[in-house]
Nanobody
Framework: VQLVESGGGLVQPGGSLRLSCAAS????????MSWYRQAPGKERESVAA????????NYADSVKGRFTISRDNVKKMVYLQMNSLKPEDTAVYYC???????????WGQGTQVTVSS
């Protein structure tokens, strides 16, 4: 299993970024996918999740209405569109999948998002 995130960077408050996660090594369309983030000195937290069909999504209260998770099962990609970014969104963002047959959770290497003027 491999998850590779990209798309992070430095953005001003109010700006937008689109994160991407390229998945390989497992049957992507069979699994729910998630985005997590970890800010300095804080625990990793769930940001958004999407079911395997892409028909159901969930968001942390702190990002509802600003972030949108989506997926492309043909390309084996999951995305996180982040709008109206705030300084408190600054964190390393991780893609995540839990393989139910083994109970193992996999993480990407993370992509840094910094929101600052």
């Amino acid at each position: 299993v491999q998850l590779v995130e990209s798309g992070g960077g430095l953005v001003q408050p109010g700006g937008s970024l689109r994160l991407s996660c390229a998945a390989s090594g497992f049957a992507f369309s069979f699994y729910d996918m998630s985005w997590y983030r970890q800010a300095p000195g804080k625990e990793r937290e769930s940001v958004a999740a999407i079911n395997r069909a892409g028909s159901s999504t969930n968001y942390a209260d702190s990002v509802k209405g600003r972030f949108t998770i989506s997926r492309d099962n043909v390309k084996k990609m999951v995305y996180l569109q982040m709008n109206s970014l705030k300084p408190e969104d600054t964190a390393v963002y991780y893609c995540n999948v839990r393989i139910t047959s083994t109970g193992v959770t996999y993480w990407g290497q993370g992509t840094q998002v910094t929101v600052s003027s």
